[in-house]
């Protein structure tokens, strides 16, 4: 790992950090920083300008956005299972109803955990086809998106109370999902990207490590 000053933007040498005490002198400077806000600093410069297919990064005066589409190969696998899937099972609990024109209580919430189990699937499926995760960042302010055009799920964040952006694993994995996940702390946690590959978030994550040690430099 590599550490840097955040006021200075120094490098630091092992020496002059002591992980019992949770500080880091930087001898450049003279500023003393928490050694969890220097892993933020560590980060990989160089695939900024290298973005994996399928991810991007725009900048304008007022603005900074990285992306990457969330497309994934389990969609050839997922499109024609959902189909039989969903089509086999509420065909048959509802289709029918509908065919005979008589409505069945007892079959129509059998069908239930079916119906909810179709909107999960076909959303990961779906999001395997034409989904993106994007994060906005203007000011300071983050903004990340997760779905589809314009439909989907939108949490923001203040750059400056984020205290570490960390690549992390999570316990829930299914297909079209890496199982891994971005995370930033601060006074509250934000997880997104668990439906990113590796490649596409390792670079989404390097973005928003350099943003944030730019906005205290
Ligand atoms: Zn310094």
């Known amino acids: ?26 001898q450049a400077c003279g500023h003393v920083a928490r050694l969890s806000q ?13 973005p994996p297919k399928g991810a991007w990064y725009q900048q304008t005066m007022s603005e900074h956005v990285v992306g990457a589409t969330t497309r994934h190969p389990s969609a050839f696998f997922l499109v024609p299972f959902m189909c039989v899937w969903s089509g086999g099972s509420l065909g048959g609990i ?8 008589k409505f ?16 999960l699937f076909w959303t990961v499926a779906l999001m395997a086809i034409w989904g993106k995760m994007e994060v906005r960042v203007r000011d300071g302010i983050g903004t990340v998106f997760v779905g589809l055009g314009r439909l989907g799920w939108k949490r ?16 829930v994995s299914y ?19 668990t439906n990113l590959t590796e490649p596409r978030r390792y670079f989404v994550l390097n973005v928003l490590k350099q943003l944030k040690a730019r906005r205290r430099g």
Not at 6 to 26: H, K, M, R
């Open 1 to 26: 790992m590599k550490f840097t000053c955040p006021a200075c933007q120094q490098s630091l040498p092992p020496g002059q950090i002591n992980v019992q005490t949770d500080l880091a002198l930087c």
């Open 38 to 50: 220097l892993v933020d600093a560590d980060f990989d410069a160089r695939v900024l300008h290298n």
């Open 156 to 171: 923001s964040f203040n750059l400056d109370d984020v205290e570490s952006i960390e690549d992390s694993g999570t316990k």
């Open 175 to 193: 297909p079209g999902s890496s199982g891994a996940s971005i995370v930033l702390r601060g006074k509250s946690i934000l997880r997104f990207g």
């Open 104 to 119: 069945n209580l007892t079959t129509s919430l059998f069908g239930i955990p079916f119906l909810l189990g179709s909107i």
């Open 94 to 101: 509802y289709g029918t109803q509908i065919a005979q024109g």
